[in-house]
């Protein structure tokens, strides 16, 4: 199984970000996908969540109005727009898969900065 994230990269505040999972190895209409982040020396938080039918998404208070998860199980990929990033945004983005079993990615790095 792999998660593979891309999209990452260094951005002005204010700015928007497309992140991409692509998963191979699995049932992906299976998994519950989801989006985290990890900023140095903090713990890694939830950011947003999305249903194997992509029908409901949750998202952490910190990002709602600001990011959107979807998915295309088609093409086994999760998507995370983020728009009106901030410098606190910064951070390293994880996509996580959850059936029976649970599989992270390797993460991509966010870097918000002037």
């Known amino acids: 199984v792999q998660l593979v994230e891309s999209g990452g990269g260094l951005v002005q505040p204010g700015g928007s970000l497309r992140l991409s999972c692509v998963a191979s190895?699995?049932?992906?209409?299976?998994?519950?996908m989801s989006w985290y982040r990890q900023a140095p020396g903090k713990e890694r938080e939830l950011v947003a969540s999305?249903?194997?039918?992509?029908?409901?998404?949750n998202y952490s208070d910190s990002v709602k109005g600001r990011f959107t998860i979807s998915r295309d199980n088609a093409k086994n990929t999760v998507y995370l727009q983020m728009n009106s990033l901030k410098p606190e945004d910064t951070a390293v983005y994880y996509c996580?898969?959850?059936?029976?079993?649970?599989?992270w990615g390797q993460g991509t790095q966010v870097t918000v900065s002037s």
């Open positions: 190895g699995l049932t992906f209409r299976w998994y519950r």
């Open positions: 996580y898969a959850v059936c029976v079993h649970t599989y």
């Open positions: 999305i249903t194997s039918g992509g029908d409901s998404a």
